[in-house]
């Protein structure tokens, strides 16, 4: 941190030495003085080289935090800025043969394989319609004025700036060409007609990380009257939209009603995003707005809709028990076992499941946070390659996309489509029975096991239980006396396929993929001559690399008034305020800059020392 | 700041107790959880308290500094929230029978207005379109994100909760009515059609201080095509339409030509705001944007076009000529000289003053900054009035509406027509004359003096030429031996009125006119029995108030690179880096609230740290 001062500091000096020496000189053209801003620039190169071993002090504390993503860190242990700088305007041109990388999105999965990627070996271009990430996990935080929008996003082009040969368009990908490996591209801003005109670009290899949109399930009025949380845009407006049901409410000429009905605040979907901003929006109102509306408070009202029978049914159900208590001590009401069939102005209609009666709701303001739906662009390509009626990409282990060569995809947009073992047993038992006797011996059995166990994770989850124990001590001392034919072998596996499970649509799991992929292309020339990977069950040698496997470092569930519920590794579950403090100093670590660090804790504390602003802007 | 923190950091304790409390009781409902808040924030008004002692050190604070409006920071001495807060919800109904202040605007001269008022003799409705006061002078540091446009401003609503009998409605006034002392107002946010209505509130005093709008001249394409600076949504817009520029000149497919004219930003004006304006955005792209976007600096062009010969020539002329040599250094071009013609999409047409050619400019974005005009609300009004064609509303020194009763204008809105002396000089001279003998004896004279003068403040400037010198002379010895006829009396006052001057129309004269408009309020009642003005020349007895006098503290014109220029009292000049600190100083001495002089200063040391953010958002 105080280097990073330093070398800014350095930068300010002799940026002030610049402009005596300027007026010294008198007058001069704006390109000398942009010059002379190089010279400046690359003199506090050394407070670029002094920012390694921070970023690496905090690659540690951030691994000694309980929470995943942190490839997120790790990535700013690369070439010092100033030199990539000048190289990122030079290379990008693309003038030598290196492969070419496109990279489509700047949300975890694509910061954080761009951050792991060693980019000296490729040409990369990353095409987003944002130029900066956003740390979603705390856009509720942002909904209330707990933390500023600009506090939770850094600029992609300062994340390029640390690496070379990477440049980045701000654009929408509207097209998927793999036949010519082409993306056809849509400038966002049309300003003034210019640069308005669609782009092509080329690729070698294609890296689909855009991401995932609001899931209305086609509920009639969801896209009109409600609001979503998944852009910093949306978490703005729905600030906005709050301060202006209160104030409307304030207005002199309203009947009681109308002003109870512009202060009863809906969310759909009892989720975590659901859930932390429900906890918000309470400590933004009885914390902070019960004092500039004392009249109004009589009228407020904040409810969830849930369609399944508890809140936050993902987490251990300590939890959401825990929550639900919370809340019902906060005064948030909870619906659950509802499903809304409409949402008109004014009202939502939903359907009690229990009675199967319909209830109207009236709402001032809805937000809508109930799972996440396709993006056109990646609906459309799957109908291109045949991955038709589907959730997101279908991709295999090594996250590439199933039916398209040299194309990867990863975050919310893609699914990893486990390959299911029954369907190879014959391949496995063939590969493990090296002398073909069509009997497996225990020592054959356990040379091939480690690639089996790997090929199929779901394996491990089903070693655990007792069907397996056999298995387990066959493993532990092999004897070549021991025999276990197909059948056998079969039936001892029939049901490891029912432990799969698909990976839940988290910032954690994208950030892992990003890093996975990113350390793949890295050591691409290595492991093209001597594969890493598992054996091949169908077809000989080597899989070029290990499969993708996550890990869970837990989760997190903020439920206001400075208390907070966690799920750690070890099925270890954490409540209270302590378990606030905790998420403060993991979220705090897991800022993907000093930059972003230093203003999410500054407004932290500003929100503790001032309260929250409710300036209607 | 520290009990500041103290008494938030009470509040946060007795939280925490409440919680634990409340974990113990289990269920309850959220009205009860309400009014536990209330307990909760009561126990902290000690906190409010001590806060008064340091609001009274930040007056002396302020009081030291160079520059006006210090208005703004006394107010804070006020009853203490926490009892204010639950009057403002009880009196706010409007039960008792104190005369009713309608205040339009939110802006510095509604605000210091509001802050000065002792508003427990007055029920005071306060009517805005905005919920918030922004510190103005910082608008330009908003558009290049050098200070985050929340940090400039302050919500009326935590104004308001330091006042009794204060209530704040968020709508447009859109006519009024002084003949029933009514102002039609609507609301500014139409919400699902909640709470759309417009409605209507009575006075028996209105106090006009809605400030104005950009002035565009009726310059064709203007309104289309430009920016201008004058809400924080400007501001937020021009620093959305930089980075567009820059995302844009950034994409593969542009030619040469396109890169260049998206990259020239042209400024209209070369006021203190355009320059202001001018100097933040050459740092944002010299200091910043030229590390993020290194291959497009070559195509960078600032033009800053004016009609003048020179710009800030409402400054002293060294300093225009500093700023004019600075900005030549830093390659940023003036075109002085020049008259706007039309604005087209692309391109500004405009006419140069010496040769009479029309040229054109190409632009990617043009800022507007020439000067204010009338909103349409107060146009229509002056109509209803009779003040037809002006830009302002005409008031006298007192800031009384002419040919309204009970109605005063200040700030942007406004101008004080100054009685000109010759009018009056037969019943001055009649008045002074008290002996009626045709002749005025210098003691006679002087008895009279000290009212001419502070009714007629022209005098002042006159006293010190030359042609007065025989009358000081005489005021500092007065013998009834010396006698003036009304010819000779004229004649010695025959150009006095030339020295008559339109206020600027500044955020200081704002503060000062709401400071003083507020403290004849507060006098009212006192004043009715003992007149404090003076003494009327056409009628009997004293005037209810002094009229306002202006006083200037002197003014800055950052220029940017941590250069500024600035006039300080006593034709003092100041130039440089120094300036640049002092303005800092006063700057932060001067914002509204600890809230916002926190965060001001937390935004420049961010910027020093971690530069300006270019997020496009």
């Known amino acids: 941190m105080f280097s990073s001062l330093r070398g800014r500091a350095r930068r300010f000096i002799s940026y002030s030495f610049l402009v005596g020496h300027r007026r010294g000189r008198g007058i001069s053209n704006h390109k000398e003085s942009y010059n002379r801003q190089w010279n400046n620039r690359s003199e506090c190169s050394s407070g670029g080289h002094s920012h390694r071993t921070h970023y690496f002090v905090l690659g540690l504390t951030a691994l000694s935090a309980t929470f995943g993503g942190s490839c997120v860190l790790y990535a700013y242990t690369s070439p010092n800025s100033s030199s990539s700088l000048i190289d990122s305007g030079k290379r990008s041109e693309g003038v030598d043969k290196k492969k070419r990388i496109l ?24 095409v987003s319609p944002r130029n900066f990430f956003v740390f979603t996990p705390l856009l509720p935080s942002v909904t209330a004025g707990t933390v500023e929008a600009r506090s939770i996003t850094e600029s992609i082009r300062k994340i390029v700036l640390k690496k070379e040969n990477v440049k980045f368009s701000q654009a929408n990908c509207t097209g998927i060409d793999t036949a010519n490996k082409k993306v056809l591209c849509r400038p966002v801003a049309d300003h003034l007609d210019l640069g308005k005109n669609d782009f092509e670009v080329e690729y070698d290899y294609l890296i689909i990380a855009v991401g995932a949109q609001a899931n209305t399930f086609n509920t009639p009025g969801v896209e009109k009257y409600c609001h ?36 009863h605040f809906v969310i759909v979907g009892g989720g975590p995003t659901g859930v932390e901003f429900a906890a918000e929006l309470h400590d933004l109102v009885y914390e902070d707005l019960c004092k500039l509306y004392p009249t109004l408070m009589p009228f407020v009202n904040i409810v969830v809709i849930q369609s399944g029978d508890h809140i936050l049914n993902t987490f251990d159900e300590r939890i959401s028990q825990f929550a639900e208590q919370k809340f019902q001590r906060d005064g948030i009401e909870l619906k659950t076992g509802c499903r809304v069939l409409e949402v008109q102005k004014n ?20 937000v809508w946070s109930t799972g996440i739906g396709t993006r056109p662009v990646i609906a459309e390509f799957m109908n291109q390659i045949g991955q038709h009626d589907r959730r997101a990409l279908a991709t295999d282990e090594w996250l590439r996309v199933k039916g398209c060569p040299n194309t990867y995809a990863l975050g919310d947009c893609a699914t990893i489509e486990q390959r299911k073992l029954l369907e190879d047993v014959a391949y496995i038992f063939a590969l493990a029975d090296k002398d073909n006797s069509g009997n497996l011996t225990a020592i054959e059995f356990k040379e091939a096991f480690e690639s089996i166990r790997e090929r199929y994770p779901q394996i491990d989850i089903y070693l655990k239980t007792q069907r397996m124990k056999d298995v387990l001590k066959i493993l532990d001392d092999p004897k070549d006396s021991v ?94 305020r302590s378990t606030q403090w905790l998420w403060y100093s993991v979220y705090a670590s897991k800022q993907v800059s000093w930059r972003t660090r230093a203003l999410v804790i500054f407004d932290w504390s500003k929100r503790f020392l001032f309260g929250r602003d409710a300036s209607r802007m």
Chains 1, 2 share one sequence.
């Open 228 to 263: 979503f949380l998944k852009e910093i845009e949306d978490a703005e407006k729905i600030r906005e939209s709050i301060v202006d049901c209160f104030e409307l409410a304030a207005l002199p000429n309203l009947s009681k009603d109308e002003r109870s009905q512009l202060l």
């Open 103 to 126: 990279l489509l999105g700047s949300g975890w999965a694509g910061v954080s394989f761009l951050k792991s990627l060693d980019s000296t070996q490729y040409d990369v271009h990353v």
């Open 483 to 576: 025999l276990l034919d197909i059948e056998q072998f079969k039936s001892s596996l029939v049901k490891v396929d029912a432990q799969m499970k698909a990976l839940p649509a988290t910032a954690q799991v994208a950030a892992q993929q990003g890093e996975y992929l990113a350390r793949c292309f890295n050591r691409w020339s290595v492991c093209e001559s001597k594969p890493e990977g598992p054996l091949r069950v169908r077809g000989d040698g080597r899989h070029m690399f290990h499969p993708f496997v996550y890990k869970h470092f837990g989760q997190f569930a903020p439920l206001g008034g400075e208390q907070a519920a966690a799920e750690l590794p070890g099925d270890w579950i954490s409540v209270g």
């Open 347 to 366: 009202r939502i209609v939903m359907r009690e499941k229990g009675t199967g009666k319909k209830v109207e709701v009236p709402y001032g303001m809805v």
